[in-house]
């Protein structure tokens, strides 16, 4: 299977900054998904992202909070805008290659 | 919302065999049964998935029922590295299609 790495895997920002996560397969797909993980909760979708077309958000989120940037099959990119407090979560990417597989997560705590 | 309900926790002895079932009771002809595994800090894992069938794999076995409403993963000779959230998850096997996640079920191998 592929594997994914994100960066960075960690970080502490301060309200009202603004984060960019990259994420980086080892193998070319065509779909990538962004996920976001509260604190003790199950994973939720944020948005889908295509190379070369607008990202497909969910219910809940949207482009200025969470744009998305997707240059090639291979990276992908999600920024966190503006955030508060309430955005504290594990940020993951994920993308499909045979299977649906995870990277490692960003662990995101917003003072 | 999730189309899968799992017990939110079990316990398993080191050594021994842990059974984690799953109902999915709508669950459509054409959709799959998928489980995968989230270690403490790191990202879902892949396991196994079938349609109908029951499947086997180095890491574990999918028992589906006939009438496909329920299943079971079996961790053969459970070890603590498998102390995990196990997601069980229905999805067309559409290339692209994302996963909806639910609770899970927490499970703790025990020595």
């Known amino acids: 299977s592929a594997v994914i790495s994100q960066k960075p895997s960690r970080d502490i920002c301060q309200r009202g900054t603004s984060l960019t996560i990259q994420c980086q397969v080892d193998?070319?797909?065509?779909?990538m998904f962004w996920y976001r993980q509260q604190p003790g909760q199950s994973l939720t979708l944020i948005a889908t992202a295509n190379q070369g077309s607008e990202a497909t958000y969910e219910s809940g989120f949207v482009i200025d909070k969470f744009p998305i940037s997707r240059p090639n099959l291979t990276f992908s990119t999600l920024t966190v805008s503006n955030m508060s407090p309430e955005d504290s979560s594990i940020y993951l990417c994920?993308?499909?290659?045979?299977?649906?597989?995870f990277g490692p997560g960003t662990r995101l705590t917003v003072l | 919302d999730a189309k899968t309900t799992q017990p939110p926790s079990m316990d398993c002895a080191e050594g021994r065999a842990a059974n984690l079932p799953c109902n999915h009771s709508?669950?459509?002809?054409?959709?799959?049964v998928y489980w995968y595994r989230q270690i403490h800090s790191q990202g879902p894992q892949y396991i196994i998935h079938?349609?109908?069938n029951n499947e086997t794999n180095e890491m574990a076995s999918l028992i589906i029922t006939e009438d496909r409403k329920s299943s079971t993963l079996i961790l053969p000779h459970a070890t603590l590295r498998d102390t995990a959230v196990y997601y069980c998850i229905v999805r067309p096997d559409n290339y692209g299609q994302n996963f909806v996640f639910g609770p899970g079920t927490r499970l703790s191998v025990l020595p």
């Open positions: 079938g349609l109908k």
């Open positions: 709508t669950i459509s002809g054409n959709e799959y």
């Open positions: 193998s070319q797909v065509t779909m």
């Open positions: 994920s993308g499909h290659y045979n299977e649906q597989f």
